[in-house]
């Protein structure tokens, strides 16, 4: 068996890139020799991108906070990729994960290391609730936008009626960066592979699957898709089974570090929290344990001369490193035993839920939902976004389609505000969306056009522009 999965190892782990290097004005085509793996240097170009340094004004849970020590984007997506990158050690270490190929050792943690870092560059402004703000005006404006094009079919009217941040990730990694051509940071074909957290189309979305309860791509990138598909030996509907440790990861993550947050924020305490989770899952050994170790540390910091805040602190802090310890220890075991039916495409279980882990990872859900994500001081800046998203949408509608020639997405815009907002969109994006190579019909590449933009924001910038729009004179009801 394990022969048979070297063999799946090498196609999963395959280093080529979509652009060959042809040594024609390469300067790197002269190096005879890289002390990276191409995998690692995946991580490099990913890590020194522009997107990656806007999640550090990117909402993780609580939106527009002024306190550094509540997490953004940025904070999370480098805490996912180092716990990533910790199981992919572990595996090839230790499990003897892909053994028969020796470069594995450095490839496994960095591609684990680089997705997990990647997975959440195209969420909109505004977190979970911006994606929701764009699938809804696209909702509301349907038939102008959408179905008033026959162009359209489905499934590219889907990509925008359930935009997607995960979608929006690929794209931004393969289409938007290095703009002199189609390939983005030209990724290996192993990593964005494993980006994909739901390979398939956002007309194939079936809830009652795990890998297919959101889409991936946009039909923009499908091609792309069936290109790296078929150089890992995947197919539609078939995760990359490093997919499953990263996404296993952010569970891991964003659960247990949201419910440090919360306390951090006083929407509740440490005694809270462990009340919470032994009332949720009283006869679990894992939540029994994890509880029972933070609560006699917190029955010693008693002991010292700490304000509450600072016994809050430390406890959930020492809460932190004993769930996620536990988390991690149990996600490594299932994905050894599971590994077969990855491999098959048969396994369709998030692989928390599939652990020992499961209860206690369900368990802080629920806490972090009642206690945090629902609170008031949260919905109110939700409603925030969803009104600076939907009016910088109208505004950017208005600026994108009002111009002179209906065919010619270059033609000037038709009256100076229009021409304005315009130049306000990032040149790079204009770019993708006026280019004559550019295969999509003219309704899909100005909807797409406009998702650009709003996901390439940061929170702070959306609100500032939004004034700015509302400044210089834009109106729907008057520019309509």
């Known amino acids: 068996m394990r022969q048979d999965l070297d063999s799946h190892w090498r196609r999963w782990l395959n280093p080529d890139r979509r652009r060959p290097r042809s040594g024609q004005g390469n300067l790197l085509a002269t190096v005879p020799a890289q002390t990276r793996t191409a995998i690692e240097r995946d991580y490099d170009r990913v890590l020194f991108s522009t997107p990656v340094r806007r999640m550090a004004d990117k909402t993780q849970v609580f939106p527009l906070d002024r306190s550094d020590s509540v997490r953004t984007r940025l904070t999370h997506s480098h805490e996912v990729a180092n716990l990533a990158r910790s199981v992919g050690i572990d595996l090839v270490f230790h499990h003897g994960v892909a053994a028969g ?133 995947l197919s539609s509907g078939q995760r990359h089974p490093l997919t499953w440790i990263m996404e296993a990861c952010d569970d891991i993550a964003y659960s247990v570090l949201d419910a440090e947050d919360a306390v951090k924020k006083g929407l509740l305490s440490f005694s809270d929290t462990i009340a919470f989770l032994r009332h949720e899952a009283p ?123 209906r065919d010619d997405p270059a033609s000037p815009r038709a009256t100076p505000l229009a021409g304005y907002i315009y130049q306000r969109i990032s040149e790079n994006y204009r770019r993708v969306f006026e280019s004559t190579d550019n295969p999509m019909p003219i309704r899909y590449r100005e909807a797409q056009l406009l998702t650009d933009m709003i996901s390439g924001m940061t929170d702070s910038f959306a609100v500032s522009l939004f004034e700015e729009i509302r400044e210089v004179g834009f109106c729907p009801t008057t520019q309509a």
Not at 123 to 146: C, K, S, T, Y
Not at 318 to 335: C, D, K, N, P, S
Not at 372 to 382: D, F, G, N, P, Q
Request: hydrophobic share 45%; glycine share 8%.
């Open 101 to 233: 190929l020796p470069e594995a050792l450095r490839d496994v943690p960095a591609l684990l290391a680089t997705i997990g870092l990647a997975h959440d560059l195209g969420n909109p402004p505004f977190g979970h609730q911006g994606e929701d703000a764009i699938a809804r005006w696209f909702e509301i404006n349907r038939g102008e936008v959408l179905d008033a094009e026959p162009a359209l079919n489905s499934a590219m009217k889907q990509d925008f009626l359930r935009f997607e941040g995960n979608a929006q990730t690929l794209r931004l990694l393969t289409k938007l960066q290095l703009i002199n051509d189609d390939y983005g940071l030209n990724l290996t074909l192993a990593s964005l592979a494993a980006l994909v957290k739901y390979p398939t189309a956002s007309d194939q979305i079936d809830r009652t699957r795990v890998t297919h309860k959101k889409h991936g791509y946009f039909q923009s990138e499908r091609a792309l898709m069936e290109e790296v598909w078929a150089g890992t030996g």
């Open 283 to 405: 006869d679990d050994p894992v939540v029994t344990a994890v509880c029972d170790a933070a609560a006699a540390e917190h029955k010693a910091y008693r002991q010292e001369r700490l304000s509450p805040d600072e016994l809050n602190d430390i406890s959930m802090q020492t809460f932190r490193i004993r769930a996620i310890g536990a988390l991690m220890e149990a996600i490594g075991e299932v994905f050894i035993d599971s590994l077969p039916a990855m491999a098959d495409g048969h396994f369709e279980r998030e692989l928390v839920d599939a652990s020992r882990g499961g209860r206690l990872l369900g368990a802080l859900k629920a806490c972090n939902w009642q206690h945090a994500y629902r609170h008031k001081s949260v919905l109110r800046v939700e409603l925030t976004g969803l009104r600076v998203i939907h009016g910088l949408m109208d505004a950017f509608w208005y600026a994108i389609t009002r111009r002179e020639d």
